[in-house]
Nanobody, 123 residues
């Protein structure tokens, strides 16, 4: 299984980025997908998640209204649109897959991790 994340980079505060994660080696449409992030010196935290069909999405409260998660099951890809970025959003962002059995999104429930993509927001 491979989860290949891309789209990170350097952006000014208030700017936008769109992360993508292309999955291979798994039956993508039966997995819930999520984005986590880890800032320097901090624990990895859940950012956003989406169920297998894309009909249900979940966000950390501080992300609501700024971040949007979506997926394209035909292309085995999940996206994270990030708007209104703040310096505190600086982190390595990881995509993650967990078999969609209704479990909450948390690190211990993740079946597969991507390699991470760095997002840096300058003030």
């Amino acid at each position: 299984v491979q989860l290949q994340a891309s789209g990170g980079g350097l952006v000014q505060a208030g700017g936008s980025l769109r992360l993508s994660c292309a999955a291979s080696g798994l039956t993508f449409s039966i997995y819930a997908m999520a984005w986590f992030r880890q800032a320097p010196g901090k624990e990895r935290e859940f950012v956003a998640g989406i169920n297998w069909s894309g009909r249900s999405t979940y966000y950390l409260d501080t992300m609501k209204g700024r971040f949007t998660v979506s997926r394209d099951n035909a292309k085995n890809t999940v996206f994270l649109q990030m708007n209104g970025l703040k310096p505190e959003d600086t982190a390595v962002y990881y995509c993650a897959a967990q078999l969609d059995t209704g479990r909450v999104f948390k690190s211990n429930n993740v079946d597969y991790w991507g390699q991470g993509t760095l997002v840096t927001v300058s003030s």
